[in-house]
């Protein structure tokens, strides 16, 4: 599982964006699908993962295109279409980017996974630092007839993958089993840095 969702959170829990921050006051209205997830070569990003206990660091870079599709150094696939930001797999982001848009994906001959957008206005700090304005996109996915896996997905805008949680749901009981933050990035104009006085 860790592979999974360190290739989904590095190119692809219950607990969400409301537990690190709150709305950002305004009339924000959401972004374009491909303005949460930059792709260019030479992007990267720097993770910071626990599951179980366990510690690592990851950096993923986009190396190439191929055919409308951006690669990155984990061979992973994104693009961006006329619904939204996908892999080669699922969309992450679908529109139209509003709270309760839901899609489902057939990611295997035994899995479905049943995504939804749950916030498009969260401010939210990481170890790289306070970003505004985030999106979330919650996923659920049966394991068996008693275990759902879910993953919580949060996008800062012009940043890219800021914050992946995932907790099981075994029979009603939650247990977190992985936190994935976001430490460092580059990323081409125009991207939006954290606050300089929230970062650590």
């Not at 592979?3 to 959170?9: F, G, I, N």
């Not at 006329?82 to 709270?99: C, F, N, Q, S, T």
């Not at 035994?110 to 505004?132: M, N, P, R, Y």
């Amino acid at each position: 599982m860790q592979k999974v969702v360190l290739v989904t959170a590095l190119a692809a829990v219950s607990a969400g964006c409301a537990m690190f921050g709150g709305k950002p006051g305004g009339n924000w209205k959401p972004l374009e699908p491909a303005e949460y997830y930059p792709l260019a070569v030479g992007n990267s990003w720097t993770y910071s993962a626990n599951m179980l206990g366990d510690h690592s660091e990851s950096t993923v870079t986009i190396v190439k295109q191929d055919f409308g599709w951006f690669v990155d150094d984990h061979k992973s696939r994104f693009k961006v279409d006329a619904y939204g930001l996908r892999d080669e797999k699922r969309y992450l982001i679908r529109a139209p980017l509003e709270v309760g848009k839901a899609w489902t994906s057939v990611v295997s001959v035994q899995s479905v996974e049943h995504a939804k957008i749950v916030d498009t206005d969260e401010s939210v700090t990481v170890l790289a630092g306070v970003f505004d304005h985030c999106l979330t996109v919650e996923t659920s996915n049966r394991q068996d007839d008693t275990k759902t896996l879910i993953m919580r997905m949060t996008f800062a805008p012009h940043v890219g993958i800021v914050r992946i949680q995932t907790t099981l749901d075994a029979e009603g009981k939650l247990t977190p089993q992985t936190s994935v933050e976001l430490t460092a990035y580059r990323v081409k104009p125009p991207a939006a840095p954290a606050r300089p006085e929230a970062a650590k």
